[in-house]
């Protein structure tokens, strides 16, 4: 059975709507020194959990090369430390520093105002279906 559906590029319109939200966030990365891929890290260790750094890549969906350079980077401007897991030296475990952790409270509030606004353009209805319909998408996908 065939659809009748005329399928488009569902990884290219979910690309687009990224960059789209994204346009908005960049800035404020940009104007903290910030890339997309370090806030993706500062994100997944926001709550002031260490994690190994397995985890971080898989939480931050970055590949382990470029985790690397990732972190030693954030590690240099003193947003994150590296420390062995003491409950396995062979581990690395990483953390956000206070200066990161008080970044990832105060771009989370400036970030949250474009979600405001989103939900006031776009309608907390549609937006909270988008939600539901990603979700969905995203558990269907991992089956």
Do not use: C, F
């Not at 990365?29 to 959990?49: E, I, T």
């Not at 750094?53 to 590949?63: M, P, R």
């Not at 952790?101 to 400036?110: I, N």
Request: proline letters at 3%.
């Amino acid at each position: 059975m065939t659809s009748s559906l005329k399928h488009r590029n569902l990884p290219s319109l979910l690309l687009q709507a990224r960059e789209s939200i994204m346009g908005h966030t960049r800035p404020h990365l940009r104007k903290n020194g910030l890339s997309d891929q370090q806030w993706r890290v500062l994100r997944a260790l926001g709550d002031g959990q260490q994690l190994e750094t397995g985890q971080v890549a898989k939480d931050a969906y970055l590949l382990g090369p470029s985790l690397t350079g990732v972190l030693t980077r954030m590690e240099r401007d003193g947003l994150i430390q590296r420390n062995k897991d003491p409950a396995d030296q062979r581990r690395t475990v990483v953390s956000a520093t206070e200066q990161g952790l008080e970044l990832v409270k105060r771009l989370s509030r400036e970030i949250a105002q474009h979600y405001a606004d989103l939900e006031v353009t776009y309608g907390k209805g549609k937006l909270l279906e988008l939600y539901k319909l990603l979700d969905e998408l995203i558990a269907l996908e991992r089956q």
